[in-house]
C-alpha cells in the first residue's frame, strides 16, 4: 500500500517514512535501512526520519552510520529550527 502511495505522490515524503517504518516493525531491518536511506537522500529536511534511521543503524550494529546519522539530523533540526527532535537526536547520539 505504502509503494502506491510513493507512485501517486513522489514529492510527498511521508509516504516513504510510512514505508520504513512499516519494514522497521516487522523486524526487517535490512529494508528499513534502505527506505530510509532512500528518504534522507532525496528529503534531507524531513527531519523524523534520521531519529529512526539511526536507530535502525544501531540495531543492525552499525554504530558509525547510526552516529553519522544522529549528527546528520542534528543539524537538519538545527536547520529547521526544531529544537525538540534536535534534542532527541542529540539524546540518541549520547546513548550510543
Known amino acids: ?8 505522490s513522489p ?5 516513504r517514512y510510512g514505508l520504513a517504518m512499516e519494514y522497521k516493525g ?9 527506505a530510509f536511506d532512500e528518504l534522507i537522500a532525496s528529503f ?7 531519529l529512526q534511521a539511526g536507530g ?5 550494529g552499525d ?8 549528527r546528520a539530523g542534528i543539524a537538519a533540526a538545527g536547520a529547521k529550527g526544531d529544537l525538540h527532535a534536535k534534542k532527541e537526536l ?3 547520539l549520547a546513548e550510543l
Do not use: C, N, W
Not at 516487522?26 to 534502505?34: K, P, S, V
Open 1 to 8: 500500500m505504502f509503494k502506491q502511495f510513493i507512485e501517486r
Open 11 to 15: 514529492r510527498d515524503p511521508f509516504p
Open 26 to 34: 516487522r523486524g526487517q531491518l535490512e529494508d528499513a535501512r534502505a
Open 44 to 50: 534531507p529536511e524531513y527531519v523524523a526520519s534520521y
Open 56 to 60: 535502525v543503524h544501531a540495531a543492525l
Open 63 to 70: 554504530r558509525a552510520r547510526a552516529e553519522e546519522t544522529f
Open 90 to 92: 542529540e539524546a540518541a
